[in-house]
């Protein structure tokens, strides 16, 4: 399985980006996904997951109200969406991929299988 995570840049603060994270293989379907991001100097931290099926959601306080996280299995990608950008949510951020079909999100590290490249949020005026 391979992850290509996309659409990060530089965003003045206030703004919006929408990150994409596309899956190889066929059973994407089957596989809950999470964002993570690490901020320079500080440990991977986790942002957003979602189920299988896409009908539960979980968030890091830190970002909830202003991130969104969906998916698309048709196309095999999932998104996060970032509203109201501060400075502080500058880091690369990370998708990954579990294999699962219990409709459960994962918010640690060690549950994921796999993980894609990183995108870089730069959010600075």
């Known amino acids: 399985v391979q992850l290509q995570a996309s659409g990060g840049g530089l965003v003045q603060p206030g703004g919006s980006l929408r990150l994409s994270c596309e899956a190889s293989g066929r059973t994407f379907s089957s596989r809950a996904m999470g964002w993570f991001r690490q901020a320079p100097g500080k440990e991977r931290e986790f942002v957003a997951a979602?189920?299988?099926?896409?009908?539960?959601?979980y968030y890091a306080d830190s970002v909830k109200g202003r991130f969104t996280i969906s998916r698309d299995n048709a196309k095999a990608t999932v998104y996060l969406q970032m509203n109201s950008l501060k400075p502080e949510d500058t880091a690369v951020y990370y998708c990954?991929?579990?294999?699962?079909?219990?409709?459960?999100?994962?918010?640690?590290?060690?549950?994921?299988?796999?993980w894609g490249q990183g995108t870089l949020v730069t959010v600075s005026s």
């Open positions: 979602i189920s299988w099926g896409g009908g539960s959601t």
């Open positions: 990954a991929a579990r294999n699962d079909y219990s409709g459960r999100y994962y918010y640690t590290q060690g549950e994921y299988d796999y």
